[in-house]
Every structure is written in C-alpha cells, then in structure tokens.
C-alpha cells in the first residue's frame, strides 16, 4: 500500500508570488492534514479537511489556503508569499476526521522563498 | 491552551548508551500522549504512544510512561544504536488537532 504522497519535493519561490502544494491521501483515507514545520516554531497545524470540507484551521494568515477534492487529494496554497513560509510543509492523513492517533505523514515538500 | 516542551538537543551519545528525552505537556483534560520519530530526509512517523495515565507505550525499544502527577511523557532507551540517530518529537492529541514539541535531535556516534 503506497504511503501518503507530496509533491513537489522542493520547491524554490521569489517573495510575492504563490505556491500550490499538492498531497495524495493513503488510498482509503478520507482525511488530510497539514502541517507547517520550521526550525523556529517547530510544527504547526495549518488545516484539516475530510469529504471535500475544511474542518479545522490553525492560527495562519488567509494566505494560507487549501481544498480537498472528491477522491482524498488535497492541495494547499500560499499566496504572495513571504521569507517567512520557507519551511517543510507536511501532510498527514487518516481514515477519519478527527483521529489524531492514526495520523500517516508524508515526506513534505520543503519550500525555500528567496 | 495545549503546549508540549522538550528538552533542547542536539543529544550526543556513543553508541550502547542510555538515552532520555524529556517532555512535559500542558492540556485541559487528560489527553493522548505520542513521540514521532523523523529521520533525515523522511516525514513524522509515530513511535510510540500512551492513551491514559500510567499508560507505558513502548516500540523498537524505545518507552515512554504517561505521568499525570508531573505531565510528563518522557522518552527512553537503554541501548541507542547509530540507526536511532533522529529527530524526536513529542506531542499531545487536543480537541482537534496534534501540538507539537519543537523536536530534540539525537546524535548517535559509533
């Protein structure tokens, strides 16, 4: 069974432009998180959202966005970005919203604003 | 709100030695307690976990005893290997979402 999948690996980005990241659910798993990590703030809830729903959202600016679509993948968006948003962005899934302790993280994808 | 602290690393040890990361929590309520383990390169994989106090989770060696008397979770080995050489986050399961220590890496030498 594949594990959850994030692309790109790396991504490089000038300030003020936008960025999507895309995250592929382990199949069967309805729910997708989002995680930003930074060696400052160490890891930080950006979203969750199940059956095409945002159902939680951390403290982040509305630049910060995502969607999920009807089979699981989900995209996350950061818009004018900032050399702040450097950092790995992780996503997690599970078979439902809400479980914390069966969370399944991929490998991130590592965005570098210059 | 939920807040986990961890000791700050880096955590040098020689191969064979006994390894402690400390963690304490703050939480309303008595919450699930995990370490995830992230390796160079790789994204967060679950260690361990405890669901209720005096719980003891344990995996590859590694345990951790949920404390409620002190909120602590603390992580530990009794032989390190240069394969454990990691980050090791501690966290704690909120109403909607995990929170996160901010990592203690551990340098494991031959």
């Known amino acids: 069974k594949a594990g959850v999948t994030q692309t790109p690996r790396y991504l490089i980005k000038t300030r003020g432009q936008q960025v999507t990241l895309s995250c592929s659910p382990i199949?069967?798993?309805?729910?997708v998180s989002w995680y930003q990590q930074t060696p400052g703030q160490g890891l930080q809830f950006l979203f969750e959202?199940?059956?095409?729903?945002?159902?939680n959202k951390g403290n982040f600016p509305g630049r910060f966005s995502g969607r999920q679509f009807s089979n699981s993948r989900s995209e996350m968006n950061v818009s004018t970005l900032e050399l702040g948003d450097s950092a790995l962005y992780l996503c997690?899934?599970?078979?439902?919203?809400?479980?914390?302790?069966?969370?399944?993280f991929g490998s991130g994808t590592q965005l570098s604003v210059l | 709100g939920d807040s986990v602290t961890q000791m700050e690393g880096p955590v040098t040890l020689s191969e064979e030695a006994f390894l402690t990361i400390n963690c304490t929590y703050t939480?309303?309520?008595?919450?699930?307690l995990f370490w995830y383990v992230q390796y160079p390169g790789e994204g967060l994989q679950l260690l361990l976990k405890?669901?209720?106090?005096?719980d003891k989770g344990s995996n590859k060696g590694f345990e951790a005893t949920y404390r409620k008397e002190t909120t602590s979770f603390h992580l530990e080995k009794g032989s390190v290997q240069v394969s454990d050489s990691a980050v090791y986050f501690c966290?704690?399961?909120?109403?909607?979402?995990?929170?996160f220590g901010k990592g203690t890496m551990l340098l494991v030498s031959p």
């Open positions: 939480a309303t309520g008595y919450p699930s």
């Open positions: 959202y199940f059956s095409e729903t945002q159902r």
């Open positions: 199949s069967g798993h309805r729910s």
């Open positions: 966290a704690l399961a909120g109403y909607s979402t995990l929170t």
């Open positions: 997690a899934s599970s078979l439902e919203a809400g479980v914390r302790e069966k969370l399944f």
């Open positions: 405890a669901t209720k106090a005096d």
